[in-house]
């Protein structure tokens, strides 16, 4: 079945500095990808949808400027917090649809980012 | 608005006494309804896609349900292993991207 893996699953990082998520679809190719965020006890709240070569569409009230997204290939996309802050501490989670199938979209196994 | 609205928030079952989830939705062209299972720190799991009223699937001892207006979830004689927050999305218009619910944290006592 689709496989969709997430890197780092878990990251610690300083207040001001950047950080990058990476995601993979390993068996098929993916044009669109969808980031997620989620805070503890709700559920997944959309960010953005990456394209794969071109730019990425954010949901009202996302930064673009400060969620950087790019989807360079039909396998990854990357999601960068830049300049992060404790508030952007959240569980990242990233999707992709296999199109060679009817079912859902497959999620990656998430990360768990936390700024101090 | 597309809105998504799952009830109870948190269940909590004996070992064997079966139950159901809610999940009502209002959307301008429901293309597909779906379940997911997320643990604890992980992504979600896929469990179905429902598409059109009157659609039933099955898979082990869950069985969803669609209508025009909701989609239930039903658990029968859950396990401990069942317990898990249960999620609930629809696909609708031109959209490719999903709304969820809040979920249904189900939680099953032995």
């Known amino acids: 079945g689709a496989v969709v893996s997430q890197h780092p699953s878990r990251v610690i990082c300083k207040s001001g500095t950047s950080v990058k998520i990476e995601c993979r679809s390993l068996?098929?190719?993916?044009?669109?990808m969808f980031w997620y965020r989620q805070f503890p006890k709700q559920s997944l709240m959309l960010m953005a949808t990456?394209?794969?070569?071109?730019?990425?569409?954010?949901e009202q009230g996302v930064e673009k400027d400060k969620f950087l997204i790019n989807h360079a290939s039909l396998t990854l996309s990357t999601l960068t917090v830049t300049s992060a802050h404790p508030e952007d501490s959240s569980f990242y989670i990233c999707s992709a649809r296999d199109p060679r199938t009817a079912y859902g979209y497959t999620f990656g196994s998430g990360t768990r980012l936390t700024v101090v | 608005e597309d809105q998504v609205t799952q009830s109870p928030e948190a269940l909590r079952l004996q070992e064997g006494e079966s139950s159901s989830l809610n999940c009502s939705y209002t959307v301008s062209g429901l293309r597909g309804l779906f379940w997911y299972r997320q643990d604890p720190g992980k992504g979600p799991e896929f469990l179905f896609t429902?598409?059109?009223a009157g659609e039933e699937k099955e898979k082990e001892r869950l069985k969803a349900t669609l209508t025009k207006k909701e989609s239930f979830l039903h658990i029968t004689a859950p396990k401990p292993e069942d317990s898990a927050t249960y999620l609930c999305a629809v696909q609708a218009g031109y959209n490719n991207d999903m709304r969820f619910g809040a979920g249904t944290r189900l939680t099953v006592k032995p």
């Open positions: 068996d098929f190719q993916a044009t669109t």
């Open positions: 429902l598409y059109s």
């Open positions: 990456s394209n794969e070569g071109s730019k990425a569409t954010y």
